[in-house]
C-alpha cells in the first residue's frame, strides 16, 4: 500500500461514516469522485496553497457539481475539504474516492479487480474471469480490464490486495528470478 493510500484511508472512513449516518452514499461518492477530478490536475494541486487560489477552487468545484448533480457542496463536504486543506491532504482526494468506494463495495459484498491484458479480451473471456474470481472469492466481483501490450501475452489479475500473474512477461521475470537465486 502506497504511503498516499495509507493517509487517504482515515479520511475516506470518515467520510463513509458521514454518509452512511446521513444516508447519502451516492452524494458523497459524487462528491469524491469529482473532488478527485479536479485534484489529479497537477497545476491546480501546486496552486492550491496560493492564498485566494483553494476559494476559487472550491467555486469551480460547486460549479461542476451543480452541473453533474443539480446541487453545489453541502455544509458537511465543504467542512471536509477545509479538513483536507488545513492538514495540507488535497492531493490526496483521488485516493480518499478509491478508499471511499471501495468501502461501499466491501459492505456491499463486491469486489473490485482489475485484468491487464497483452490484448483486448473477449466478452466470454471476460465472463470467465469473473465466474473464476466470484467462485473464489464468494462475492460480486466488478471487473476492470486494462490493455497492456508489455505483457506479451497472458493476463495479471489484482484483487483484494492480491496479483494472480498468468503473464508470459511475468512467467519471464520469475524464471530471472530463479535463475538469479540459483546463481547465489
Not at 500500500?1 to 461518492?29: C, D, F
Not at 482489475?114 to 466470454?124: C, G, I, N, P, T
Not at 501490450?149 to 492480491?162: F, K, N, S
Request: charged share 25%; proline share 2%.
Amino acid at each position: 500500500m502506497s504511503q498516499s493510500e495509507t493517509i487517504a484511508r482515515p479520511y475516506a472512513k470518515a467520510a463513509y461514516q458521514q454518509a452512511l449516518a446521513n444516508e447519502s452514499l451516492g452524494k458523497w461518492q459524487e462528491f469524491l469522485q469529482i473532488s478527485a477530478s479536479f485534484a489529479k490536475n497537477e497545476a491546480i494541486i501546486s496552486r492550491l496553497t496560493v492564498p485566494g487560489f483553494f476559494s476559487e477552487w472550491q467555486s469551480w468545484l460547486n460549479e461542476s457539481l451543480e452541473k453533474n448533480r443539480g446541487e453545489i457542496m453541502r455544509k458537511e463536504e465543504e467542512n471536509f475539504l477545509n479538513i483536507l486543506q488545513e492538514n495540507n491532504r488535497l492531493s490526496v482526494l483521488p485516493e480518499i474516492a478509491e478508499q471511499f468506494i471501495l468501502q461501499m463495495h466491501q459492505a456491499d459484498g463486491v469486489c473490485e479487480a482489475k485484468v491487464y491484458s497483452a490484448k483486448v479480451l473477449e466478452s466470454q473471456q471476460k465472463a470467465s474471469i469473473i465466474e473464476m474470481l466470484e467462485k473464489k472469492l464468494g462475492k460480486k466481483v466488478l471487473l476492470e480490464v486494462i490493455e497492456q501490450a508489455d505483457l506479451l501475452a497472458g493476463v495479471r489479475i489484482e484483487y483484494d490486495g492480491l496479483v494472480l500473474d498468468q503473464s508470459t512477461k511475468g512467467r519471464i521475470e520469475q524464471f530471472a528470478q530463479k535463475l538469479e537465486d540459483l546463481r547465489n
